[in-house]
């Protein structure tokens, strides 16, 4: 059995306008970490880094008590089937218990995405939530991502296939 993934896409806003800000006006410090492999604490931190060619990276921000989200950003790799050069996977994303409910979760994914498409206007930034994470998803629904479909993890090598795009 296979677990079913909502995917969701960035909206580029064309006007120009860029809803990148400064984390320390809200108590925040961001550090953007290349994980080596001597760092890695989770075996899915060594998968991601592997897939990616250790090309993947992660978002910390800190606060008075110590790390209070992180976010991985993947880069284009093998693992997500409907991914292009370009493109990049947020996730998965984590926010300490005594943080949740400031909207960091949805800054975060609108920062990373901004950031990239700064980087390369091509780039699209995705994200996939397991269908029954409701909290996830009423976070990204704040933010520009709009969902595009649904897909299924696999078993074998948990790789990300068989996208359904939703109709438009």
């Known amino acids: 059995m296979s677990e079913k993934y909502v995917v969701y896409q960035y909206k580029k806003d064309m006007s120009g306008k860029s809803d990148i800000f400064c984390w320390n006006t809200i108590g925040y410090s961001l550090k953007i ?7 890695e604490l989770f075996f899915r931190t060594i998968l991601f880094a592997l897939a990616s060619k250790g090309r993947h ?3 910390c921000l800190y606060d008075k008590k110590g790390l209070a989200h992180f976010s991985f950003v993947v880069p284009y790799c093998a693992k997500f089937s409907f991914i292009k050069k370009e ?10 218990d005594d943080c949740r409910g400031q909207g ?16 390369c206007s091509s ?13 996830s998803t ?7 991502f709009i969902r595009v479909g649904i897909c299924e993890k ?10 359904v795009k939703d109709s438009e």
């Not at 970490?33 to 760092?39: I, Q």
């Open 104 to 119: 960091l979760y949805g800054k975060m994914l609108t920062y990373i995405s901004e950031q990239k498409i700064k980087d």
């Open 57 to 59: 990276k992660i978002y």
């Open 138 to 144: 009423k976070g990204i629904k704040k933010t520009r």
């Open 154 to 163: 696999t078993k074998y090598l948990r790789h990300y296939k068989n996208v």
């Open 33 to 39: 970490k290349k994980v080596s492999f001597k760092e």
């Open 123 to 135: 780039a699209n930034t995705y994200v996939l939530v397991r269908e029954a994470n409701k909290e």
């Open 87 to 96: 493109d990049y996977q947020i996730g998965p994303c984590w926010t300490r």
